[in-house]
T-cell receptor, first 117, second 110 residues
Framework: EAGVAQSPRYKIIEKRQSVAFWCNPISGHATLYWYQQILGQGPKLLIQFQNNGVVDDSQLPKDRFSAERLKGVDSTLKIQPAKLEDSAVYLC???????????????FGPGTRLTVT | AQSVTQLGSHVSVSEGALVLLRCNYSSSVPPYLFWYVQYPNQGLQLLLKYTSAATLVKGINGFEAEFKKSETSFHLTKPSAHMSDAAEYFCAVSLNDMRFGAGTRLTVKP
């Protein structure tokens, strides 16, 4: 079974530029998550999709971050314009289950390391 | 809201020694609990999870964790550390959402 795929693996941009990250979840997984992991911290959920609908985006800075999951499979996370504090690893994860109360674990991709200069 | 606290941001052990990584959770109802490992420049990999079936949970790579409701703890242990165990370890709790601890970096000395 192929794992969660993410690209690019690394990205360096200047502040105020835009950037996009792509994620392909494990086949058949209904739920997709985007996390931000700042150096020295645990992952923080940005947005959760169930199929192609948004379940939770309460921690997504909507003035600059956007995400979509067209057709309920692949997903794209965009930052526009980027700030210095957006430097982090952006992790995509997927799970078979549809909620947090079903005990389904999340499977993580390798992440995209973003550096904003 | 649920949360987890990992005690000790950095733990160092000698090869062959016991590994003990501490995690305490806060939740109003019994949650699902997870331990993930993260190797450099990689995503998180599930080590084990607690889903109320058994209080002692065995995971991959010789790791296990015990759920203690009275202590609200879910500490991760391994009897004998190996050099390949050096990584960042995250405890997580899942109820209404998934919350991760800040992580514990494990160093294994030869």
């Amino acid at each position: 079974e192929a794992g969660v795929a993410q690209s690019p693996r690394y990205k360096i941009i200047e502040k105020r530029q835009s950037v996009a990250f792509w994620c392909n979840p494990i086949s058949g997984h209904a739920t997709l998550y985007w996390y931000q992991q700042i150096l020295g911290q645990g992952p923080k959920l940005l947005i959760q999709f169930q199929n192609n609908g948004v379940v939770d985006d309460s921690q997504l800075p909507k003035d600059r971050f956007s995400a979509e999951r067209l057709k309920g499979v692949d997903s794209t996370l965009k930052i526009q314009p980027a700030k210095l504090e957006d430097s982090a690893v952006y992790l995509c994860a997927s799970s078979r289950g549809q909620g947090y109360d079903d005990g389904y674990e999340q499977y993580f991709g390798p992440g995209t390391r973003l550096t904003v200069t | 809201a649920q949360s987890v606290t990992q005690l000790g941001s950095h733990v160092s052990v000698s090869e062959g020694a016991l590994v003990l990584l501490r995690c305490n959770y806060s939740s109003s109802v019994p949650p699902y609990l997870f331990w993930y490992v993260q190797y450099p420049n990689q995503g998180l990999q599930l080590l084990l999870k607690y889903t109320s079936a058994a209080t002692l949970v065995k995971g991959i790579n010789g790791f296990e964790a015990e759920f203690k409701k009275s202590e609200t703890s879910f500490h991760l242990t391994k009897p004998s550390a190996h050099m390949s165990d050096a990584a960042e370890y995250f405890c997580a709790v899942s109820l209404n959402d998934m919350r991760f601890g800040a992580g514990t970096r494990l160093t294994v000395k030869p």
